[in-house]
């Protein structure tokens, strides 16, 4: 615990002294862009209060993004949902759903050959609700999560092609999420025994949250239109009783509006 | 350049490697399936926490009978065996379509108990009582007294089909006093019980507390959560009303009997209710079987505990003689009749 909380320390101050610089570089005209895409995802999940084994499945993701990047920042929200259904070896089934809303702020703070190196942090709302329909409501699963991650992008770019790599890690969580033997069912009474009964700070080492986003960004098929290519994972995993971890993997093409 | 690789190629074969992040599944075979049974229950039954049945020595007594060799049947009757003896009809196990309830096989080994059918009630109401679709069956004596019978909560059944349950309350408006009978009623949606009942309130009531188990040992449970009786309905029910049960009302019907347990105008009349009344999880073994089991306890509004009680225990208790069984003479119903003359 005191590990986490130094190494949050340390990634606070060097988030405050990158957003204290502002150079003359800083003021070129920034760019804008909006991209919508759609993909293929993979998700893996096991739940050991409910299985020992791993459910998996695919689903089509859908992702809006807006973009504001200039030489020495990159600024994001980004919007993705999925809704992949997960079975397990025996086939039971298990519905999904997830929606991630991220907003990120990177700053430059290094430039190498055709590379630059960017940190900042990102904030992170997440729904995420399961169902089991051949098993009842009281299977039912939710989390609702609100964090602070701390996050930096390397970029390389070479004859107008780009290429990012993007890592994230959660910092700080505030969780609202149905813990074991709960269920979304026993909270219908009212939101304030939701509250009550499954909300509460998560961070390192008992919650892990991570991620990582590679993209490809050919140069401009026109003057506003192009589109990009990326790549996500993340993995998250709670510390209860019984282990709770979520892998998904996902590849998706945008199209992206530039102006 | 090459460190920069070596990040970017190891992330990616993690995320490629699913088991590396989730750890090992457990194999399919008797042994796992019989030690995740186990471990199923230590972790996660609450009703071995109310119960004077040790699990630890139920499973030094049948580990030793599992082995790589043992069938399909012998570990079905290892299972049945181990569980019944917490004669709790919310834990029971599923194979595919195959449904193992060793606690409710035990009590219906000769038909439904406490409950002699149709037939039986047509006889002391005098003519065969009105139905609507399986659901409701209900009539008036000639007594001036009004019958219901509520044959379940299960969701198969729509909001509009329970909603049926206004029309049976103006049909028998005028009568002097009600009986509800829940003597085969095997519970449901508690949402739909707790609508019907409301039809009886007057005021706000809490009718039950529940604790969610959050660690293995017997204290580890969350606090206290309320559920409460709200009046429903544009008028209410205010008459005298004897609520029929017995060992085969459980899970919802359990719920029901403790919302109407806190109108000053319902008495409880009949044998006691089936034990089991906080819904199961589903837990899934390695070899696919499903394991159905509770994790929390429900108490009464004096936070008395419900589970592992024997069941609820009516204010009048009657049951039906081996004798007035084998004439179809349904002497609950009889008895609740008398006691509204």
Known sequence: MKKSLCIILFWSLVLIQIMGQTTPEMLAKPTHSISLGLGLSHTALKTEVISPLIFSGTGIPFSLAYRRESVKSKQYVQLLYQSPTLHSPFDLRMNALDAFLLYGYLRKVKSFNKMNLFVGGEVQVMGSFRQMPQVGSNNDQGIILTGLNLSSILTYSLNAHTIEAQVSIAALSYNLRTKDNNKIGAFEESFSELVRFGAYFETLPNYLNMSLRMGYIPPLKSKHFRWRLDYWGNFQRFKQRQYMGVLQNQISTSLTYQF | ?341
């Open chain 2, 1 to 341: 350049m090459k460190k920069i690789l070596y990040v970017i190629s190891t992330t990616l074969f993690f995320n490629s490697c699913t088991k590396a992040f989730l750890g090992d599944e457990p194999e399919n075979n008797p042994e796992t399936t019989f030690e995740s049974f186990y471990k199923q229950i230590n972790e996660n039954y609450s009703g071995k926490d109310v119960r004077p049945i040790s699990w630890d020595s139920l499973y030094k007594v049948y580990r030793p009978k599992v082995t790589a060799q043992t069938t399909k049947s012998q570990l079905t009757d290892i299972f049945k065996n181990m569980i019944v003896l917490y004669e709790d009809l919310h834990l029971n196990f599923k194979i595919g379509n195959e449904f193992y309830s060793p606690s409710l096989e035990r009590i219906t080994a000769n038909g439904i108990p406490d409950y002699l059918g149709e037939t039986a009630l047509e006889k002391v109401l005098g003519k065969k009582p009105k139905s609507y679709k399986d659901l409701f069956y209900y009539e008036k004596t000639s007594n001036n007294v009004g019958y219901v019978n509520i044959k379940t909560f299960e969701n198969r059944f729509s909001q509009a089909d329970y909603a049926f349950f206004d029309n049976i309350l103006e049909e028998l408006k005028d009568t002097k006093a009600l009986i509800i009978d829940i003597r085969r009623n095997d519970g449901g949606n508690e949402n739909y019980a707790v609508k019907i009942a409301g039809r009886f309130a007057t005021t706000e009531q809490v009718y039950k507390y529940t604790r969610v188990k959050t660690g293995i040992s017997k204290t580890d449970y969350s606090d206290f959560n309320s559920f409460t009786l709200k009046p429903n309905g544009v008028w209410q029910i205010t008459k005298p009303i004897v609520l029929l049960t017995g060992r085969y009302t459980y899970s919802t019907a359990i719920n029901f009997t403790m919302m109407m347990r806190t109108l000053p105008n319902v008495t409880t009349l009949g044998n006691n209710t089936g034990d089991g009344v906080v819904g199961f999880t589903t837990r899934e073994l390695p070899n696919g079987w499903l394991l159905r089991c509770p994790s929390g306890l429900a108490y009464l509004p004096d936070k008395t505990v419900v589970e592992g009680s024997g069941g609820l225990k009516p204010k009048i208790v009657t049951t039906i003689s081996e004798e007035q069984k084998k004439n179809g003479q349904d002497a609950i119903l009889e008895k609740a009749l008398d006691l509204l003359k």
